[in-house]
């Protein structure tokens, strides 16, 4: 379902982001979110925003729990599920969890990588919204939507500050047959 973002709402926060180049590594443009971060009021805009979304009257209704990816995820994350009154759910990279972690391993333009989620934070049929800062590849949302599935719960979206377009990140999830929503998308 689409959300139309107003627009001087939408150049404010984009106004708020960072372009760090060649970081981590050469040709990434590096979406710097702590520069929004550290400004209370657009930091407040972005919550709310997810906020008006996924609570009481907004299009996505139902939502129990939100599962985030650690790092940049937790920050969004763990503030959406407090104005939400649900519960946060951390995924985690390999070794992270202390309990018993389900994992799932994926495929990175160079490498791979292993993230993990507690085997009992979500229970089967649990509707959660799964929330990152931002979606490139897709690749990581792809294996966490995956995990939270092999667990029995239920994707009712998937969420994100940033979505770089020019990467197949959305087709990725909606491939899956997730729905993909975010603020401000980046051609
Ligand atoms: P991907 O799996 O390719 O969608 O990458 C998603 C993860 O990498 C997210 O957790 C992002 O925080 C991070 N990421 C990927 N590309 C960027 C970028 N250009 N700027 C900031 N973070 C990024």
């Known amino acids: 379902m689409e959300m139309t973002v107003n627009k001087t709402l939408v150049e404010n926060l984009k106004g708020a982001i960072r372009d760090v180049p060649d970081f981590p590594s050469e040709g990434i443009i590096f979406k710097d979110i702590t ?4 400004q209370g009021e657009r930091f407040k805009e972005v919550i709310d925003l ?3 979304r996924y609570g009481p009257g907004g299009p996505v209704p139902g939502v129990e729990a939100i599962v985030a990816i650690e790092a940049r995820g937790f920050i969004l994350g763990g503030a959406l599920a407090v104005a939400l009154g649900v519960g946060f759910v951390p995924v985690r990279k390999q070794g992270k969890l202390p309990a018993q972690a389900t994992r799932m ?11 993990e989620m507690h085997q009992d934070a979500l229970s089967a049929g649990q509707k959660v919204v799964l929330l990152d800062d931002v ?10 939507v995956r995990l939270i599935q092999g667990v029995g719960a239920e994707v009712l979206e998937t969420a994100f500050l940033i979505e770089l377009g020019f990467l197949p990140g959305r087709s990725k999830l909606e491939a899956l047959g997730q729905s993909v929503f975010s603020i401000l998308k980046y051609d």
């Open 105 to 115: 391993t994926y495929e990175l333009e160079y490498g791979r990588d292993t993230i």
């Open 135 to 144: 979606i490139a590849t897709g690749g990581t949302a792809e294996a966490t």
């Open 35 to 38: 520069t929004l971060l550290k």
């Open 50 to 52: 997810f906020a008006a």
